[in-house]
């Protein structure tokens, strides 16, 4: 519920630096199993962006020691947030 009022994406200027520092506490997260992963992962994925984020987030997704988990939650947020992002332009 936290997430679902947090992330508006009327707000866009205001929440991009956030979308930034999902990845920055998702590099330094010990998901704690597959349950723990889709929660925190899943449940704080950004609804909105810029284009950087979504370097940064298959760059994450991509990298060696990303949990498998998180590899394919992140993979699937950029690629939604790439078509929201096309949708709104």
């Known amino acids: 519920e936290v997430a679902n009022a947090f992330w508006r ?14 990845l920055d506490e998702l ?4 998901t704690g199993g597959m ?4 929660s ?3 449940g704080m994925v950004p609804t909105t962006c810029d284009p950087g984020w979504l ?3 298959r760059e994450l997704a991509t990298a060696e020691e990303t949990d498998p988990m998180v590899r394919n939650r992140l993979l699937t947020g950029a690629d939604t947030l790439e078509r929201m ?3 709104r332009s």
């Open 27 to 30: 590099e330094k997260l010990d």
């Open 40 to 42: 925190l992962v899943g």
């Open 85 to 87: 992002l096309r949708a």
């Open 35 to 38: 349950l723990a992963a889709l």
């Open 9 to 22: 994406p009327v707000q866009h200027p205001l929440l991009v630096p956030w979308a930034h520092r999902y």
């Open 55 to 57: 370097d940064r987030a």
